[in-house]
Antibody, heavy 121, light 110 residues
Framework: EVQLLESGGGLVQPGGSLRLSCAAS????????MTWVRQTPGKGLEWVSS????????YYADSVKGRFTISRDNSKDTLYVQVNSLRADDTAVYYCAKHPDVGSYYYMDVWGKGTTVTVSS | QTVVTQEPSFSVSPGGTVTLTCGLSSGSVSSSYYPSWYQQTPGQAPRTLIYSTNTRSSGVPDRFSGSILGNKAALTITGAQADDEADYHC??????????FGGGTKLTVL
């Protein structure tokens, strides 16, 4: 069974940092592009960042560019996002999602259950 | 700034048909944007319903269908059931690895 399990969320002060992880299982991780999506409390979903299967290509939403860094370790079947300079409006549930193949980003076919990041002093 | 528009809320009677739409603040939605749709119930992760305009994801009942209607992408639920009550999110793929979500539609079945 294809599964994604996020971790690393928590309470952090404004300006702080976290590294979120997404452990993948049930598929050949390196063969698929991956994405982070977030959902602010009571609001809609927002695309955050995507990465190709090899990790060579990365993409970011303007709202996080320069502060977030997406990466992956294909030897550990794990996706990461380093989130720095956190602001109150970064408070959200962060989901990782799988794309249907190594270099296409047309849609997400599998989602994790999410990890919650709260930015507050 | 690309804005993807969805109705904030919609209601449908059990057994009824409802069409939710996904548009662009500027321009028309076509299949070139590979519209996809996701269902989300409270406290749960999104579930993929439709991709590439009109392809149902594995296990999705055929009462869910996708299309292009006029200048928007559309999700139609035919014969709505109580457990279809959820938030529905559309996504348009802008190219270069970038996707944009709509604001979501809260569907009430009553």
């Amino acid at each position: 069974e294809v599964q994604l399990l996020e971790s690393g969320g928590g309470l952090v002060q404004p300006g702080g940092s976290l590294r979120l992880s997404c452990a993948a299982s049930g598929f050949t991780f390196s063969g698929y592009a991956m994405t982070w999506v977030r959902q602010t409390p009571g609001k809609g979903l927002e695309w955050v960042s995507s990465i190709s299967g090899s990790g060579a290509k990365t993409y970011y939403a303007d709202s996080v560019k320069g502060r977030f860094t997406i990466s992956r370790d294909n030897s550990k079947d794990t996706l990461y996002v380093q989130v720095n300079s956190l602001r109150a409006d970064d408070t959200a549930v962060y989901y990782c999602a799988k794309h249907p193949d190594v270099g296409s980003y047309y849609y997400m076919d599998v989602w994790g259950k999410g990890t919650t990041v709260t930015v507050s002093s | 700034q690309t804005v993807v528009t969805q109705e904030p809320s919609f209601s449908v009677s059990p057994g009824g048909t409802v069409t939710l739409t996904c548009g662009l603040s500027s321009g028309s939605v076509s299949s070139s944007y590979y519209p996809s749709w996701y269902q989300q119930t409270p406290g749960q992760a999104p579930r993929t319903l439709i991709y590439s305009t009109n392809t149902r994801s594995s296990g999705v009942p055929d009462r869910f269908s996708g299309s292009i209607l006029g200048n928007k992408a559309a999700l139609t639920i035919t014969g709505a059931q109580a457990d279809d009550e959820a938030d529905y999110h559309c996504v348009l793929y802008m190219g270069s690895g970038i996707s944009v979500f709509g604001g979501g539609t809260k569907l009430t079945v009553l």
